[in-house]
């Protein structure tokens, strides 16, 4: 199975950007890289998802490299409200019918300054 | 507005016992997902579900079934708690991903915290 490696944790200040980084240097040609992020006392929520390409929502950009052995999550302007613990995961396929399991690091939690 | 409903937010229980925690969604998705959050090891899978009554099992199964008698609804059973398996269970769902492993998003629920004495 195919596994991602973050940093424990990273600190930014209110207002800036925030680059969070991850490795998965085993990522097979058709795994899509997902971020989620989880709040204090709530369950994740997605963020953002990308193949090859670079890929922009309301909530942040995501950078995927060349070689696609990395990615970076991208908060243009930290918010005090961003302060949360950031997955990187790939969408590892396939049982029989159709299923997959979906594998979940420690991930980066994010402290927010302000 | 999508919604992964589980069952119960808080509970107490004696080793021993048997633990249901039910979690229901409203979306009408194949995948449904019973994940374990601890300080410092992340989210860890137990089972999934991609259909009624098909199951797999994740990478921590040991101590725990599950039940899916109905598409909505995956129940995760402690058939007999003990005090390790103290921690907080998140319930999932996303749809069925086709062989192309398409991008999908998961959907959880609040979380169940479970202390078992």
């Known amino acids: 199975d195919a596994k991602t490696t973050q940093p424990n944790s990273m600190e930014s200040n209110e207002e800036e950007p925030v680059h969070l980084p991850c490795n998965h240097s085993?990522?097979?040609?058709?795994?899509?890289i997902h971020w989620y992020r989880q709040l204090p006392s709530q369950g994740p929520e997605y963020v953002i998802h990308?193949?090859?390409s670079n890929v922009n929502n309301r909530m942040a950009s995501l950078a995927i490299a060349e070689d696609r052995k990395s990615s970076t999550l991208i908060l243009h302007r930290a918010t005090l409200r961003d302060a949360a613990v950031y997955y990187c995961?790939?969408?590892?396929?396939?049982?029989?019918?159709?299923?997959?399991?979906?594998?979940f690091g420690a991930g980066t939690r994010l402290f927010v300054k302000a | 507005d999508v919604k992964v409903t589980q069952s119960s937010r808080y509970l107490v229980k004696r080793t021993g016992e048997k633990v249901f925690l039910e979690c229901v969604q409203d979306?009408?998705?194949?995948?449904m997902f019973w994940y374990r959050q601890d300080p410092g090891l992340g989210l860890r899978l137990i089972y999934f579900?991609?259909?009624?009554?098909?199951?797999e099992k994740g990478d921590i199964p040991e101590g725990y079934s599950v039940s899916r008698e109905k598409k909505e609804r995956f129940s995760l059973i402690l058939e007999s708690a003990s005090t390790n398996q103290t921690s907080m269970y998140l319930c999932?769902?996303?749809?069925?991903?086709?062989?192309?492993?398409?991008?999908?998003?998961?959907?959880f629920g609040e979380g169940s915290w479970l202390t078992v004495v």
């Open positions: 990308g193949l090859t």
């Open positions: 979306m009408d998705h194949e995948n």
């Open positions: 995961i790939l969408r590892d396929g396939g049982s029989v019918g159709g299923g997959f399991k979906t594998i």
């Open positions: 999932a769902s996303s749809l069925l991903a086709d062989p192309a492993r398409i991008g999908n998003t998961i959907y």
């Open positions: 085993t990522i097979s040609g058709t795994d899509y």
């Open positions: 579900s991609y259909d009624v009554k098909m199951k």
